[in-house]
């Protein structure tokens, strides 16, 4: 499942009355959500104050979904609205009483953890070079104190 914030915003300059407003995700939001699909308001504004926002993060699983927005508005008092998906603005339009705003977007998978890094391995032919440099470098250790010594 993947994390998806959708958030509508809608106003009208024309309604003054108090009105439903509803959301469906992956399902058609009937003209009369309000009655018949009680569980899809999401909100009522207030008589004399035409505006309403609604915000939510739902988890979904990858592929093609869609969100619709209605409200009880009637045709002679409609609505703009505006919805956007994860911060982004996927539909705009007019809305009212069974003239609903769509919104339709894609889903990908959820990131797949990025793997620690690899610890680095050293090529079986180093081994023996790291050998004789070793003990290249011990004998060399010791010929440079002997020759110290005999320098005293």
């Known amino acids: 499942m993947v994390k998806v914030r959708i958030r509508i ?3 009208s300059p024309v309604d003054p009355w108090a009105r439903y407003h509803g959301k469906s995700i992956d399902e058609p939001i009937a ?17 004399r104050n035409p505006r309403f926002s609604h915000e939510q993060e739902v988890d979904l699983p990858p ?13 002679s008092l ?3 609205a505006r919805i956007y998906i994860n911060g982004k603005k996927v539909a705009e339009g007019v809305v009212y009483r069974g003239k609903p705003l769509r919104a339709t977007f894609t889903v990908g998978a ?6 620690p890094p690899a610890i680095p391995t050293i090529p079986t032919w180093v081994w023996p070079v790291i050998g004789v ?15 110290r010594a005999r320098a005293r």
């Open 9 to 11: 915003e809608a106003w």
């Open 78 to 80: 409609p609505w703009n």
């Open 31 to 47: 003209p009369d959500f309000w009655v018949s699909q009680r569980d899809k308001i999401i909100g009522i504004n207030w008589a």
């Open 110 to 115: 959820p990131p797949t953890p990025t793997p």
């Open 63 to 75: 592929g093609e979904h869609y969100v619709e927005y209605s409200n009880s508005s009637i045709s």
């Open 133 to 147: 440099v070793a003990i290249g470098s011990i004998i060399g250790v010791a010929y440079a104190l002997k020759a």
